[in-house]
């Protein structure tokens, strides 16, 4: 069954239909918010909060294609996530300001990307502005077309083509500087 | 590193990303859903929910409110509403319109001409594109409106000068605001900044863009094939009448074409908006403006400007970036991203100016520049992090080593710069200082919402009394949007000093728009609460700034504040005049 018929049904009150839905889409999700820079503990947020406000506005759905306005709203979803991380962060800096005491373990995101030269591209992407990084994201990682970033940034073509040139720039710059190209596997 | 050894590397990060393990959790989805539905179920069978365009909250006269968007179709015919019945309006809305629509279509088209550019590439501008829908939003409203809602002499005067203002082109705009006989508020500079950096980073990008795809053209033109500086000005007449008119188009707008390794660069000619708003904004906003027409600053790892005054703008970068801006100045992040860039540059030098000289020491234009930005950097200078070790280092090797500069990374001088900016924050407003974010989601909603059940239970005031500021605030939205006028009556100061508003008043103040909203995350988007410092033996006083929803077609966002003191029985908030 292709998207647009399970939505036809879920708009249609069919939780079934839905369901298979989010299982066809949930994996895009959790990419993208990684790919974003959500902490991967906080993924199962992100997703639920998408699926749901997908769920709500459902009945406002009459685009052609689904997976644009899940881009979107999984992109809105991870916007209001930094700002909730930076001021929980910034709470928990005036906290711990006085303690010294720092220990390592790896992070989950260090699970995820073995490879020490993927740590510092992925770390090199999320550094990006947000104008350069969704772009550079959505381009490379999820193989959407120009025009269909454009349209999940509701940007004009043209700047999609500048920021991904600029994006592409900056990154090259990080990776020379960090090791160059040869620092393969 | 080339083209291709990046798309491999980006392969194979895509590759990596498959290890992003998945932790769908179907069952607690399908379960908030259901939960959702419920609770909508209840508030549809309380209030049919009506156009959700119609939702303004406006002339809530309690709140004051500080807008940064254009005033849409919707207030006009609310606004106008209140003015009929207050006897004060004399123009419909289609009168309003008609001064309008003769104007905005000559100026529009003035401005296509002055740029020189095809209808076809000027309407793809974001700004003007903007600047269009709201024309066309006003003329349909202008269209349906059969003369029920009447306008005063002012409105009418505000709603062309807002509709005209959108379509100018940068510097008009700076000329506009650089007319107002008063000083501009920090509100209004900030947004004429804001459009001011928006409205010429549209130009920039479509004059690069243009260039680039004429860039064979272009090296065909000099003997080497090679892009030099020269080439443009050499060969001007020879460009294609395309380049031609966009470099003239663009010099109306004070802006030049350079040529940096081979690339195109658009920079501003001068510091045209910094003279012209001296005198209207205050010394640090006209900070930014320095900051903008400065750029770029950096391309493809070379320093645009010169060492030392590099140094400068990164010191007026320092004294200008404020987290308050943060709302307001929509290209805070972006200047964030430039100054890493341009300080990273600046410590580790670039091509065309390497740090070392032939005998491997500093060259003297380095040292004299950062001794002297570290001389004058601010108390939170992310530079002077860097430049303390550093000089401290070269200055015991006789400028010949160190170790700090070795590991200069770009991508902490950024993380350095946000903490930074956060310390400033803080230390600015003292240790009483103290300020929370909450996102409007359902565990709001659902909070606040056993709030407004218990408001006439027995443990109201207990309840009332532990409730957080915002909570407070939520709370007025929701017994304002269900008339439970008694408890907005309940959510205002009682002390001597405030004024009461009687039960009419707040009538009065109540749109109907409320009505439209169901669930206050349609609308709302977060609350910041900032405690303000508190005096000793004063009470504690603080702000609510309650973020709007943006609209689709809206490019700019609506806040709006609410002053709060806490008494003996909790938060409440202090009634103010309408604004």
């Given at each position: 069954?292709?998207d647009?018929?399970?939505?036809?049904q879920?708009?249609?009150?069919?939780?079934e239909?839905?369901?298979?839905l989010?299982q066809?889409?949930?994996?895009?999700?959790e990419?993208?918010?990684?790919?974003?820079?959500?902490?991967?503990?906080?993924?199962p947020?992100?997703?639920?909060e998408?699926f749901?406000?997908?769920y709500?506005?459902?009945h406002?759905?009459n685009?052609?294609?689904?997976?644009?306005?899940?881009y979107?709203?999984?992109?809105?979803?991870?916007?209001?996530?930094?700002?909730?991380?930076?001021?929980?962060?910034?709470?928990?800096?005036k906290?711990?300001?006085?303690s010294?005491?720092?220990t390592?373990?790896p992070?989950a995101?260090?699970?995820?990307l073995?490879?020490e030269?993927?740590?510092?591209?992925h770390?090199?992407?999320?550094?990006?502005?947000?104008?350069?990084r969704?772009?550079?994201v959505?381009?490379?990682?999820h193989?959407?077309?120009y025009e269909?970033?454009?349209?999940?940034?509701?940007?004009?073509?043209?700047?999609?083509?500048t920021?991904?040139l600029r994006?592409?720039?900056q990154l090259?710059?990080?990776l020379?500087?960090?090791?160059?190209?040869?620092?393969g596997? | 590193?080339?083209?291709?050894?990046?798309?491999?590397?980006?392969?194979?990060?895509?590759?990596?990303y498959?290890r992003?393990?998945?932790?769908?959790q179907?069952?607690?989805i399908i379960e908030?859903?259901?939960?959702?539905?419920?609770s909508?179920?209840?508030?549809?069978?309380?209030?049919?929910?009506?156009n959700r365009?119609k939702?303004?909250i406006?002339?809530?006269?309690?709140?004051?409110?500080f807008?940064?968007?254009?005033?849409?179709a919707?207030?006009?015919?609310?606004?106008?509403?209140?003015?009929n019945?207050?006897?004060?309006?004399q123009?419909?809305?289609a009168?309003?319109?008609?001064d309008?629509?003769?104007?905005?279509?000559?100026?529009r088209?003035?401005?296509?001409?002055?740029?020189?550019?095809k209808?076809?590439?000027?309407?793809?501008?974001?700004?003007?594109?903007?600047?269009?829908?709201?024309?066309?939003?006003?003329?349909?409203?202008?269209?349906?409106?059969?003369?029920?809602?009447?306008?005063?002499a002012?409105?009418k005067?505000?709603?062309?000068d807002?509709?005209i203002?959108r379509i100018?082109?940068?510097?008009?705009?700076?000329?506009?605001?650089?007319?107002?006989p008063?000083k501009?508020?920090?509100?209004?500079?900030?947004?004429?900044i804001?459009?001011?950096?928006?409205?010429?980073e549209?130009?920039?990008?479509?004059?690069?863009?243009?260039?680039?795809d004429?860039?064979?053209e272009?090296?065909?033109?000099?003997?080497?094939?090679?892009l030099?500086?020269?080439?443009?000005p050499?060969?001007r007449?020879?460009?294609?009448?395309?380049?031609q008119?966009?470099?003239?188009?663009?010099?109306?707008?004070?802006?030049?074409?350079?040529?940096v390794?081979s690339?195109f660069v658009?920079?501003?000619?001068?510091?045209f908006?910094?003279?012209?708003?001296?005198?209207?904004?205050?010394d640090?906003?006209l900070?930014?403006?320095?900051?903008i027409?400065?750029?770029?600053y950096s391309?493809?790892?070379?320093?645009l400007?010169?060492?030392?005054?590099?140094?400068?703008?990164?010191?007026?970068?320092?004294r200008?970036?404020?987290?308050?801006?943060k709302?307001?100045?929509?290209?805070f992040?972006?200047?964030e991203?430039?100054?890493?860039?341009?300080?990273?540059?600046?410590?580790?030098?670039?091509?065309?100016?390497?740090?070392?000289d032939?005998k491997?020491k500093?060259?003297?234009?380095?040292?004299d520049a950062?001794q002297n930005?570290?001389?004058?950097s601010?108390?939170?200078?992310?530079?002077?992090?860097?430049?303390?070790p550093?000089?401290?280092?070269f200055?015991?090797?006789?400028?010949?080593?160190?170790e700090?500069?070795e590991n200069?990374?770009?991508?902490?001088?950024?993380?350095?710069?946000e903490?930074?900016?956060k310390?400033?924050s803080?230390d600015?407003?003292?240790?009483?200082y103290?300020e929370?974010?909450?996102?409007i989601?359902?565990?709001?909603?659902?909070?606040?919402?056993m709030?407004l059940?218990?408001?006439?239970?027995?443990?109201?005031?207990?309840?009332?009394?532990e409730?957080?500021?915002?909570?407070?605030?939520?709370?007025?939205?929701?017994s304002m949007?269900?008339?439970?006028?008694?408890?907005v009556l309940?959510?205002?100061?009682?002390?001597?000093?405030?004024?009461i508003?009687?039960?009419?008043?707040i009538?009065k103040?109540r749109?109907?728009?409320?009505?439209d909203v169901?669930?206050?995350?349609?609308?709302?988007?977060?609350?910041?609460?900032?405690?303000?410092?508190?005096?000793?033996?004063e009470?504690?006083?603080?702000?609510?700034?309650?973020?709007?929803?943006?609209?689709a077609?809206?490019d700019?966002?609506r806040?709006?504040?609410?002053?709060?003191?806490?008494?003996?029985?909790g938060?409440r908030?202090?009634?103010?005049?309408?604004?």
């Open positions: 069954m292709t647009k018929e399970l939505i036809t879920a708009q249609g009150g069919d939780i239909a839905y369901t298979k989010m066809l889409h949930h994996r895009t999700v990419r993208f918010a990684f790919q974003c820079g959500v902490h991967s503990t906080d993924i947020d992100i997703t639920q998408v749901v406000k997908i709500r506005f459902l406002q759905f685009q052609d294609r689904f997976t644009t306005w899940l979107k709203i999984t992109l809105n979803a991870t916007r209001d996530y930094y700002r909730k991380e930076s001021r929980e962060k910034s709470k928990e800096e906290l711990t300001k006085s010294a005491r720092h390592y373990t992070s995101e260090e699970r995820i073995v490879f030269e993927d740590q510092t591209l770390q090199a992407i999320l550094q990006l502005d947000e104008k350069y969704y772009p550079i959505l381009y490379y990682f193989e959407l077309t269909q970033i454009a349209e999940v940034l509701n940007t004009p073509l043209s700047t999609v083509k920021r991904l994006a592409k720039e090259k710059r990080v020379t500087t960090n090791g160059g190209a040869e620092s596997r | 590193m080339d083209d291709k050894q990046f798309e491999d590397r980006m392969r194979l990060l895509k590759k990596s498959d992003v393990p998945s932790q769908f179907q069952e607690e908030q859903i259901e939960i959702e539905k419920q909508q179920t209840v508030d549809l069978i309380r209030k049919p929910r009506k365009q939702l303004t406006w002339a809530i006269s309690i709140a004051s409110i807008v940064i968007s254009i005033l849409g919707t207030f006009i015919l609310e606004s106008d509403k209140e003015n019945q207050g006897g004060k309006g123009y419909t809305l009168e309003v319109f008609k309008v629509e003769k104007d905005y279509p000559i100026t088209e003035k401005n296509r001409k002055l740029l020189k550019m209808e076809e590439d000027f309407a793809e501008l974001d700004f003007v594109k903007v600047a269009d829908s709201k024309y066309n939003m006003y003329k349909n409203a202008a269209k349906k409106d059969a003369g029920k809602y009447l306008m005063s002012k409105e005067a505000n709603i062309y807002q509709i203002k100018q082109l940068p510097l008009p705009l700076i000329v506009i605001a650089a007319s107002n008063k501009l508020s920090e509100s209004e500079a900030k947004k004429y804001s459009d001011y950096y928006f409205r010429t549209d130009l920039v990008n479509y004059y690069e863009n243009l260039f680039s004429y860039k064979e272009i090296k065909a033109l000099s003997k080497d094939g090679q030099n500086e020269q080439t443009i050499m060969n007449e020879r460009l294609p009448q395309e380049l008119d966009a470099i003239e188009g663009a010099r109306s707008q004070n802006l030049h074409l350079k040529v390794n690339k658009f920079a501003y000619l001068n510091d908006a910094v003279k012209k708003l001296r005198d209207k904004i205050s640090r906003l900070g930014y403006l320095t900051i027409e400065k750029a770029p391309y493809d790892a070379t320093l400007h010169p060492v030392e005054e590099t140094g400068n703008i990164l010191n007026t970068i320092e200008t970036l404020n987290l308050v801006d709302e307001e100045i929509t290209f992040n972006a200047i991203y430039d100054y890493a860039e341009m300080a990273f540059y600046f410590l580790i030098g670039s091509n065309e100016h390497p740090v070392f032939k491997g500093v060259n003297q234009e380095y040292r950062w930005v570290l001389a004058r601010p108390k939170y200078s992310p530079l002077a992090v860097y430049l303390e550093i000089i401290r280092d200055q015991s090797t006789n400028w010949t080593t160190s700090n500069w200069v990374l770009s991508i902490d001088i950024k993380k350095v710069m903490n930074k900016l310390e400033a803080l600015n407003f003292g240790d009483e103290y929370d974010l909450t996102i989601n359902s565990e709001f909603e659902s909070q606040n919402h709030y059940k218990n408001t006439l239970g027995p443990n109201a005031k207990a309840l009332f009394k409730a957080k500021a915002t909570d407070i605030v939520g709370l007025y939205y929701n949007r269900l008339k439970h006028f008694d408890t309940e959510l205002y100061a009682k002390g001597k000093q405030y004024d508003p009687s039960e009419e008043q009538m103040n749109l109907e728009s409320f009505e169901t669930r206050l995350s349609d609308i709302m988007e977060y609350m910041i609460f900032i405690q303000s410092s508190t005096e000793k033996g009470p504690e006083k603080g702000i609510v700034r309650v973020i709007m929803k943006k609209e077609k809206e700019s966002i806040v709006e504040e609410f002053q709060l003191i806490k008494e003996d029985v938060w908030i202090l009634y103010t005049e309408a604004q």
